[in-house]
C-alpha cells in the first residue's frame, strides 16, 4: 500500500524542520526578523492561518540568556532533561526503537545549557534480555550531562533485576541537588503471580510487557521500600522541595492496563508533609498530569510509541496531547526538560517531536487548572 | 477515578461457558468458514434427482430427463412426495401447515423444555426457520468468541502477524484501543482515499510491524477485524468521522 503518502501535517513538519535547521546558526535578533519575514510571506500568500503559525513559538523557547542576565523572575536555579521508554529490542531485529532513543540523545546534547542531569526514566530493553539492557547503556553513554537512571518493568521481570543492577547501580537511591531533595524509587514491584503459573522467566518478561493481559499483579513500591522512604524522608525538612522519580504514576490511574500502583494512599501519605512535592514518571507513554493534594504529578514522553489514554481514570488536569499521526513514527513520541524554579516547584516542557513544545507550568496544577493552562488538543481520543 | 473488575472470575466462567458449548458441538459446526455443501446423488435411472433443503432427503424423477424443465403440476408433485419422504423418516417431528393449525394443540418441544432460556425465537408463528433453542445460541455465541480469541491472539504476537521487529499491534493498541472501527469506512487523508478498517490494519501490519499485507480473505485478517471491532462494542457506528 502506499506508504508514500504523508499527512499534510507530517509534510508541514518537514518543511519547518528544513527551515529551522537552515536558521539555527542565526543569532537571536536576526532569528526574529527571519521568522517574523517568513511567517508574513506564508500569511500574504494565504498558505496558513495566521493565530496557527508556530514557528513564534519555537523563538520564545529559545534559550534567553540576556533576560537572564537581566534577574527576570521565574529563571530557573536549574534544569534537568529527561529520555524514557525507550524499549530497546536487540540492535538486529529492530533499528526503529534504537533511531529513536538516539535521537532523543541528540535533543539532550543539544540543549544550551546544557541539564544539569538527564534522568532515564525506565523502561530501557523490550525485554529486559542483557544484551537490549547493555545496547541501552551504550547508546545514554553519548549523552553528555550525567545520567541518572531509574528502573521500569521491561528491564526488572527477565532476570528480577539481576542484569540491571550489575550495570547501574542500586535501583532506588536519594540525593540533594541545588536545595531539592531527589528520591529516584523502584516503583514496579508486583507480587508473585509466575511460580503458581510455573512461568519460566521468559513467560514472566513476556507477561509482565503485556498490557493489557490481566495476568500480572499491579505495580507497587513495596513495604521494605515504603520503609526506606520514610527513613530517607526523616531528616528533610518539610520547606525542603522534594522531586520524586518513579517509573510507576504514584497513583492510580486505570487498573486494567497497569497504570496503577497498588500502594499509591501510603506512599503518597510519606510524601504529605512537604510543601512542595513533584512527582516525575515514567511508563504511560502519553502527556499527563495529575494534582493531588500537595503533589504535582507529570508523565513522561515515550521514545518508542505513545500510548492511547485510558477509557477511564483520566486525571481531571490532563490537557490530551493531540492524536498521533500513525503515519509518522515519531509523532506523539519524544523527550523533556524541567525548569526548577527559584522556589523549588517544576515547570515542564513536553518536547513533543514533530509538534510544538508544551510547557505544563507548576502554578496550572498548583491553582487546580485556574492559571496557565496549556493549549487544547486539536483532536482528543475517540 | 479508579476500576477493578474481576478479571479472574470472569475469565474463568467465560472459559468454562466455551468449553461446554465446545463439548455439544458438532462436527459440521466445527468446520470455519466453508459453507455447507450438499451434494446430489447421481441418478439411478436416467432420470433428475431432487433434494430437500435437509440435504439428506432425495428423490429420482424418471420421467424427467437431465436439463428438462418439469411442469408446475409435476414440480408440485415432487415437493409433496419429498416431503412425505422426509415424514416417514421423522416420524416424531412436529410439522404442521399455519393456516390449518388454528386450535391446535400446541407441541411440546422437548429441546426448548430442557433448556428454559432464552426463548426459541419463531414458534409461536409456527416457523421453522429461527426455531432456535438456547443451545444454538451457545453454539453460536462459541463460535464467534473462538473467532474473536483467533484474532486476540495474532493481534498481540508479533510473528503470528507476520512481523520483523518485534512490533505487535497490541503495544499501541492495548485493547483494541484508539483503533476506532466504528468510523470506517472513512476518508483516510494519509493515504488520499477512503480506507476501510482492513485497509488500516494492513497499513499497520506493513509499516510499524514490518511484515507483509494480508489479503482480504485471508483468515488472520479476518480474525483481526473481529477482534478489534468486538472491543467496540456498543459503540455506535459514526463512518466517515475524523
Ligand atoms: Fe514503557
Ligand atoms: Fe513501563
Redesign the pocket.
Given at each position: 500500500m502506499a506508504a508514500r503518502h504523508k499527512s499534510v501535517e507530517t509534510k508541514f513538519m518537514e518543511e519547518r524542520d528544513r527551515v529551522l535547521r537552515a536558521l539555527r546558526n542565526l543569532d537571536r535578533r536576526s532569528f526574529i526578523k527571519v521568522v517574523a519575514a517568513t511567517a508574513g510571506a506564508v500569511i500574504a500568500k494565504g498558505l496558513m492561518p495566521p493565530h496557527s503559525f508556530q514557528l513564534v513559538t519555537i523563538a520564545n523557547a529559545a534559550p534567553d540568556k540576556a533576560s537572564a542576565a537581566s534577574g527576570m523572575n521565574g529563571q530557573p536555579p536549574f534544569t534537568f532533561a529527561y529520555i524514557?521508554?525507550t524499549?530497546l529490542y536487540e540492535r538486529t531485529l529492530n533499528q526503529r526503537f534504537i533511531r529513536a532513543a538516539l535521537k532523543a540523545v541528540e535533543d539532550v546534547n543539544a540543549l544550551d545549557p546544557q541539564p544539569d542531569f538527564v534522568l532515564f526514566g525506565?523502561?530501557l530493553a523490550q525485554l529486559g534480555t542483557p544484551q537490549q539492557l547493555e545496547l541501552g547503556r551504550e547508546i545514554l553513554k553519548e549523552v553528555k550531562a550525567p545520567v541518572k537512571m531509574m528502573v521500569?518493568?521491561?528491564d526488572w521481570f527477565l532476570d528480577l533485576g539481576e542484569k540491571w543492577q550489575e550495570l547501574f547501580g542500586p535501583p532506588n537511591y536519594s540525593f540533594d541537588w541545588k536545595g531539592v531533595h531527589v528520591v529516584v524509587l523502584m516503583s514496579v514491584h508486583e507480587k508473585d503471580f509466575w511460580t503458581a503459573r510455573r512461568m519460566t522467566p521468559e513467560e514472566r518478561m513476556a507477561t509482565v510487557a503485556g498490557l493489557d493481559n490481566g495476568v500480572q499483579s499491579r505495580f507497587e513500591v513495596g513495604e521494605p521500600q515504603r520503609e526506606w522512604l520514610k527513613n530517607d524522608l526523616a531528616k528533610v525538612s518539610s520547606s525542603t522541595p522534594i522531586l520524586v522519580f518513579s517509573h510507576s504514576p504514584l497513583y492510580k490511574y486505570y487498573y486494567n492496563w497497569n497504570f496503577w500502583t497498588d500502594d499509591a494512599d501510603q506512599v503518597q501519605a510519606i510524601l504529605r508533609r512537604f510543601d512542595k512535592v513533584t512527582v516525575i514518571h515514567?511508563?504511560t507513554?502519553q502527556m499527563l498530569f495529575n494534582q493531588i493534594g500537595n503533589i504535582s504529578f507529570y508523565g513522561m514522553l515515550?521514545t518508542?510509541w505513545p500510548w492511547p489514554y485510558a477509557p477511564q481514570g483520566l486525571p481531571a488536569l490532563t490537557i490530551q496531547m493531540n492524536r498521533a499521526d500513525p503515519f509518522d513514527q515519531f509523532d506523539a513520541c519524544g523527550d523533556g526538560r524541567m525548569e526548577v524554579r527559584a522556589d523549588g516547584l517544576v515547570d515542564k516542557i513536553y518536547n513533543l517531536w514533530d509538534r510544538n513544545p508544551v510547557t505544563v507550568k507548576a502554578d496550572y496544577l498548583r491553582s487546580r487548572g485556574k492559571i496557565d493552562r496549556p493549549p487544547a488538543p486539536q483532536f482528543a481520543s475517540y | 477515578m479508579s476500576f477493578k473488575p474481576n478479571q479472574t472470575v470472569g475469565a474463568a466462567t467465560a472459559a468454562a461457558a466455551i468449553l461446554s458449548a465446545i463439548v455439544i458441538l458438532p462436527a459440521a459446526l466445527r468446520a470455519q468458514q466453508a459453507p455447507p455443501a450438499h451434494p446430489v446423488p447421481p441418478p439411478k435411472n436416467g432420470g433428475t434427482v431432487v433434494m430437500l433443503c435437509d440435504g439428506k432427503t432425495s428423490i429420482e424423477i424418471k420421467s424427467l430427463k437431465p436439463g428438462e424443465q418439469p411442469t408446475e403440476s409435476q414440480g408440485r408433485e415432487v415437493a409433496n412426495e419429498l416431503m412425505a419422504e422426509w415424514r416417514k423418516e421423522h416420524p416424531d417431528e412436529h410439522w404442521q401447515m399455519a393456516q390449518a393449525d388454528a386450535g391446535a394443540k400446541p407441541h411440546a418441544d422437548p429441546m426448548s423444555q430442557a433448556s428454559k432460556s432464552p426463548p426459541a425465537t419463531g414458534q409461536q408463528q409456527g416457523d421453522t426457520y429461527a426455531s432456535f433453542t438456547s443451545r444454538d445460541y451457545k453454539v453460536w455465541q462459541a463460535e464467534t468468541q473462538k473467532f474473536v480469541d483467533e484474532g486476540k491472539r495474532i493481534f498481540h504476537d508479533w510473528k503470528a502477524l507476520g512481523g520483523t521487529i518485534g512490533v505487535s499491534c497490541d503495544m499501541c493498541h492495548p485493547d483494541g484501543a484508539n483503533t476506532h472501527p466504528e468510523t470506517y469506512p472513512k476518508y483516510q487523508v494519509q493515504l488520499q482515499r477512503v480506507a476501510l478498517l482492513r485497509d488500516m490494519i494492513d497499513w499497520c501490519i506493513e509499516n510499524p510491524v514490518k511484515g507483509k499485507t494480508l489479503d482480504p480473505n485471508d483468515p488472520k485478517l479476518r480474525a483481526l477485524e473481529a477482534y478489534i471491532y468486538a472491543q467496540r462494542k456498543g459503540v455506535p457506528l459514526d463512518y466517515g468521522k475524523h
Open positions: 524514557s521508554d524499549h525506565g523502561d521500569g518493568e521491561h515514567g511508563h507513554h515515550s518508542a | -
